[in-house]
C-alpha cells in the first residue's frame, strides 16, 4: 500500500478544495498503443459505425442529415471566451472551442459514442454469428420484424447514473433488446421516466454509482442470454469513444485549426468512472501525439480519477476511502470509483486533471447560455475551468514552461468538451440556468 497521506495534494483533496495536479509521469511523446489497442481498432470501430449507418439514418431520421453519423458539432465560442476572462481576471491565449457532444443525436451525451457502439457491435455478433447479416449487407434490414423478434431473445443490462443507461436504453430498445438498466441514487427522474416510456427496465438503487454497476453485473452474470455493459471494463466502450477523435481531426483540419509542434492543442473532458475521456484522450494521443495535450475535470467531491491516479492505487481506492461523500450535482460525474483499466492506460498520456465546485457549473451553464445560446447539463460544464487553470495558476504555468509552450501559446486552440445536456427537459434546464444567475 502506498503512503498516500504524504501526497502534498491529499489534505487539500480530502478537505474538497479545488485541485491542480499535474502528472508526474506523463511522457510527451507519440504513441503507437495502449493497453494493447492500437490506431486499427479505432478504424475498424469507424467501419463498423458506418455500416450502421443507414440503420440509424432509417431509425432515427434526427441523424438524417449527417447520414446515420452519430457526430456532434465543433463550436467556436468567442463570446463564452471573453466572459470568463471577465470573471477570472485574466486572459486566456489562443482560441477557445467546445466539442459539443451535448448535442449528439440519439441521447444527447457523450454515451452516444461509447454506449452505443457497444450495442451495435453486441447486436452485428449476434446477428452474424447466427447467420442473418452479413457485414456487406445494407443494415437497415435491421428495421426488419425478423431482427427485433430475434433481438428479443436477448437481454442488455447495464449500471449507469443515468446517460449511459439513456444510450444503451435508447439504442437496445430500439433494436428489439429487452434492455435493464440499474440506476444509481445521483440519476435524474426525467432519465428514468423517459427509458421507462421506451420499455426499458430500470431498477433504482439509494446507493452510489458503484453500487448499481456491481448489482447489474452480478444479476446479470446469472442470464445467459444477458450482456452486461461493463462501464468499468469494457475496452469496446472506450473504443467507441476514441472514435471522436478521428472525427474531431476532421473538423479541425475543415477549421483550418493545425495541430503540430508550434500549434499545441489542448483538451479538457470532464471524468466519471473514466471511459469516456479516456477513450478520447487515446484517440487524440494516437493522432496527434505530444502536440495534444489532455486534462480531465472532475467534481471535487467525486475525484475518483485524480485519486487513483495520484495514489498509483487506481481502481483499489476509492474517494469514500478518504473521506469524501461522493456527493455532487454533477450527476454524470458522481462516480467514487475509477475504472482501473482506464487509469492504467492514461499513465503516461494524461497531462493532469483538476477539481471543480458544484457552484461554477451552474455559473458557466447559464453564462454559457447567455453568451453563445448553448445548453449542457452541470457535468458538462467541467471543463470550463482548464484553461484557467493552465494560463492562471502556478502548476499550469509550470507545466507550459516544462513543455516549452510559453512562445506557442498564441497558437494554441483549447477544447472544452461538453459532454451532455440537450435531452434535459426545458423546465429543468431553465432551473439550472437561474441557480447558475444566482451564483454569479
Ligand atoms: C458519463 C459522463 C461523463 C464522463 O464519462 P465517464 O466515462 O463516466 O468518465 C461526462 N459527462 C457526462 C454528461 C456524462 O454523462
Known amino acids: 500500500m502506498v503512503n498516500f497521506d504524504a501526497h502534498p495534494l491529499i489534505n487539500k483533496i480530502k478537505d474538497t478544495k479545488e485541485v491542480f495536479w499535474i502528472n508526474p509521469d506523463y511522457e510527451p511523446k507519440s504513441i503507437q498503443s495502449v493497453e494493447g489497442l492500437t490506431i486499427e481498432d479505432m478504424n475498424e470501430a469507424e467501419e463498423r459505425l458506418k455500416r450502421f449507418a443507414p440503420y440509424i439514418e432509417a431509425e432515427f431520421p434526427e441523424t438524417s442529415e449527417s447520414k446515420g453519423i452519430i457526430e456532434s458539432p465543433l463550436a467556436e465560442i468567442n463570446n463564452m471566451k471573453t466572459s470568463m476572462e471577465n470573471i477570472n481576471n485574466t486572459s486566456t491565449k489562443g482560441r477557445l472551442l467546445l466539442k459539443c457532444d451535448s448535442h449528439l443525436p440519439i441521447s444527447g451525451s457523450i454515451k452516444a459514442r461509447g454506449g452505443i457502439y ?20 445494407n443494415y437497415s434490414i435491421l428495421k426488419e420484424q425478423k431482427f427485433k423478434e430475434f433481438f428479443s431473445r436477448y437481454k442488455i443490462a447495464v449500471g449507469s ?12 430498445a430500439a433494436l428489439g433488446f429487452k434492455v435493464t438498466v440499474h440506476m444509481s441514487a445521483d440519476a435524474r427522474q426525467w432519465k428514468k421516466n423517459l427509458l421507462r416510456r421506451k ?11 458503484s453500487k448499481a454497476v456491481e448489482e447489474g453485473r452480478k444479476q446479470s452474470e446469472m442470464d445467459p442470454s444477458s450482456y452486461f455493459v461493463d462501464d468499468e471494463n469494457s475496452k469496446t466502450l472506450f473504443i467507441g469513444y476514441s472514435v471522436a477523435a478521428l472525427r474531431l481531426a476532421n473538423q479541425l483540419k475543415d477549421m ?19 471511459g469516456g475521456p479516456g477513450g478520447v484522450t487515446f484517440g487524440l ?16 467531491h467525486s475525484p475518483c480519477m485524480l485519486v487513483g491516479m495520484l495514489t498509483g492505487l487506481h481502481n483499489k481506492i476509492s474517494v469514500q476511502d478518504l473521506g469524501i461523500d461522493n456527493i ?7 462516480v467514487g470509483r475509477p475504472s482501473g483499466f482506464v487509469g492504467k492506460a492514461m499513465e503516461k498520456i494524461l497531462s493532469g486533471i483538476f477539481t471543480v465546485e458544484d457552484s461554477r457549473l451552474y455559473k458557466y451553464l447559464s453564462i454559457l447560455m447567455d453568451t453563445e445560446k448553448i445548453n449542457i447539463e452541470p457535468s458538462a460544464a467541467a471543463g470550463f475551468q482548464g484553461p484557467i487553470w493552465l494560463m492562471s495558476s502556478p502548476e499550469g504555468k509550470e507545466y507550459i514552461e516544462s513543455m516549452k509552450l510559453k512562445d506557442k501559446m498564441d497558437n494554441a486552440a483549447h477544447i472544452v468538451w461538453a459532454t451532455g445536456g440537450s435531452m434535459v427537459p426545458d423546465t429543468i434546464m431553465m432551473s439550472y440556468y437561474h441557480k447558475g444567475k444566482t451564483i454569479r
Open 118 to 137: 457497444e450495442v451495435l457491435k453486441h447486436a452485428e455478433d449476434l446477428a452474424v454469428s447466427e447467420g442473418m447479416l452479413s457485414y456487406d449487407d
Open 161 to 172: 447514473t443515468g446517460n449511459l443507461g439513456l444510450s444503451i436504453g435508447i439504442m437496445g
Open 199 to 209: 420499455g426499458v427496465t430500470v431498477i433504482e438503487y439509494e446507493s452510489d454509482y
Open 256 to 274: 483550418g485549426i493545425k495541430v503540430d509542434e508550434d500549434h499545441p492543442l489542448f483538451v479538457y473532458l470532464p471524468c466519471g468512472v473514466g
Open 285 to 300: 494521443k494516437i493522432l496527434f501525439g505530444p502536440n495534444v495535450h489532455c486534462f480531465f475535470a472532475e467534481p471535487t
Open 328 to 334: 455532487t450535482e454533477a450527476d454524470g460525474l458522481a
